[in-house]
């Protein structure tokens, strides 16, 4: 699986400790949502003998994917307060620094997903959700060198985190 960001790969690694204990079934990337088609006009071309009638493309298509999709353990997922259906929720990771203001813009496109198809997409922002509940033991370590991570808060491992709901 390919990640867009470091902060998506961490939340891969989050669900794949979930995984091994059976709280996620299964998760994968987000489909994408048609928010708005693209705009086209039909106008007429005049030609030297002739007039033909052309498309002109006038404004992109509007398309959102969130990042995942995991199918959770009923019971984890309403201990973790993510809004699902049927277990099912769809995720947008974002990094606790917004860089260019994204958020902003998920915010509008979240909103539009639920008007137009029903689906709540869920905003988490990584590290702040391994610091509300447990610290993947891969995210303990540095990417490059292996040696420990430095973190301002102290980690959970799963099981005490599960300990404490």
């Keep these: 699986m390919n990640f867009d960001s470091n902060e998506e790969l961490y939340f891969s ?8 204990l059976g ?17 086209k006009f039909t106008v007429d071309k005049k030609l030297k003998t002739k007039t033909v009638k ?16 995991v199918e959770f353990n009923n019971i984890f ?10 277990g099912i929720a769809h995720i947008e990771i974002k990094g606790n620094y917004d860089f260019n203001n994204m958020t902003r813009l998920f915010k509008i ?21 391994f610091t509300k509940t447990f610290t993947p033991a891969r995210y303990l370590m540095t990417d490059k060198s292996g040696k420990p ?6 980690p959970k491992t799963l099981k005490q985190y599960l300990e404490e709901l």
Excluded: C, M
Aim: net charge positive; glycine share 4%.
């Design 77 to 86: 997922v309403n201990k973790a307060g993510l809004y699902h259906t049927d």
């Design 109 to 129: 496109n979240q909103k539009w997903v639920y008007a137009k198809y029903g689906v709540v997409v869920n905003l988490l922002k990584v590290p702040t959700i």
């Design 149 to 154: 991570r430095k973190l301002n808060w102290t």
């Design 54 to 69: 052309i498309q002109k493309h006038i404004i992109d298509d509007h398309v959102y994917t969130p990042d995942f999709v």
């Design 23 to 39: 709280l996620v079934v299964d998760y994968h990337r987000g489909l994408p949502f048609l928010l708005s088609p693209a705009v």
């Design 13 to 20: 690694w989050w669900l794949d400790e979930l995984k091994e």
